[in-house]
């Protein structure tokens, strides 16, 4: 049997102590959180480009979830066991959260791809944090500031550079159509799962994340399911299992541990501004990992995203 007095054992605690303080310190920095939430999935986006040809929208959807799980229940299967008595009886709350903020929105996101088009998608994912300003209005009264309302639209506008590629004459050409109509779906499901978060159970942040990791994976089963049954599936390529492993890990495991911690310091409404940053990240990133062309417009359009989140942050008097 090991000696928890030797030289190795007392090693091990400061390099813990010393790995604690500065998690510690990024999990109270809810801006540097929302930050790196909006990156992560505007690789995301970047992700689903390349995932095309190399893992189907379902079996994406499905397996980032399996990876996750198997993550999450390893480092957190004590904390499920003691809060499962709290977790039980908000058992309804949990399956909603779980299948509609974690498996619909992306199954949706992925399969509206599929109808629609980048200008249309970016657009209506930019109404989100609107749509959570005014879902906490509705569901706890959380009053909307002036300020708030207009940072929303200052930031929706920059959103809205980006999506016409700063061409205005653009958005005359704009039509709806199903995947439209699923990508407006999706938007609510993510802003509803988003005001959830703030009634949540109040167990360990990573206990009920691990929950709804399992609730996403069991919901998104049946999907893939169907997708097989169809004979559309296509299973992950080498290529298709590292962009897997970038999605489940990153977009799928951090990210959403980031935003949760997030809407626990600074509420859904503010947190939820902070989406518009992610088609801002999904560019940057396709110009250097696409090789994309980097336009004026999309500078212009990151001055109006962070002065909207900076106006919509601003106390009256401060």
Not at 102 to 126: E, K, M, R, S
Not at 161 to 171: E, I, M, N, S, Y
Not at 273 to 285: H, K, R, S
Request: proline share 5%; charged share 10%; hydrophobic share 55%.
């Amino acid at each position: 049997m090991d000696d928890p007095h030797a030289p190795n054992a007392r090693k091990t605690i400061p390099l813990v102590a010393a790995l604690k303080r500065p998690v510690d310190w990024l999990f109270g920095q809810a801006y540097l959180l929302l930050v790196l939430t909006t990156l992560f999935w505007g690789g995301n986006a970047v992700a689903s480009r390349l995932a095309v040809g190399e893992i189907s929208p379902m079996a994406l959807t499905c397996m980032r979830w399996g990876i996750v799980i198997m993550i999450a229940i390893a480092i957190a299967r004590r904390d499920v066991v003691r809060d499962w008595p709290v977790l039980r009886v908000r058992w309804k709350l949990i399956l909603a959260m779980g299948a509609l903020g974690f498996t619909g929105f992306n199954a949706l996101f992925y399969l509206g791809a599929h109808y629609t088009t980048a200008v249309n998608l970016t657009i209506i994912q930019g109404a989100i944090p609107v749509i959570v300003l005014l879902g906490a209005l509705l569901v706890f009264g959380t009053r909307i500031t002036g300020l708030q309302m207009a940072g929303s639209f200052v930031t929706l506008g920059g959103v809205g550079v980006v999506a016409l590629r700063g061409d205005f004459a653009t958005l005359v050409a704009l039509t709806f159509n199903p995947g439209d109509l699923m990508m407006l779906v999706a938007c609510l499901f993510y802003a509803g799962y988003t005001i959830g978060l703030r009634g949540r159970p109040k167990v360990a942040g990573f206990s009920f994340f691990t929950v709804l990791a399992c609730v996403a994976f069991l919901t998104s089963a049946p999907l893939l399911a169907i997708e097989v049954a169809s004979g559309t599936v296509v299973w992950p390529t080498l290529t298709g299992w590292l962009i897997l492993l970038y999605v489940a890990f990153f977009p799928s495991l951090l990210s959403q541990i980031f935003f949760m911690r997030s809407v626990e310091l600074i509420g859904p409404g503010r947190a939820g501004l902070f989406v518009n940053l992610v088609p801002i990240f999904g560019a940057i990133l396709a110009v250097g990992l696409l090789g994309e062309p980097f336009h004026l417009y999309h500078g212009a359009a990151l001055v109006l995203v962070m002065g909207g989140i900076w106006l919509a942050e601003r106390r009256r008097g401060a």
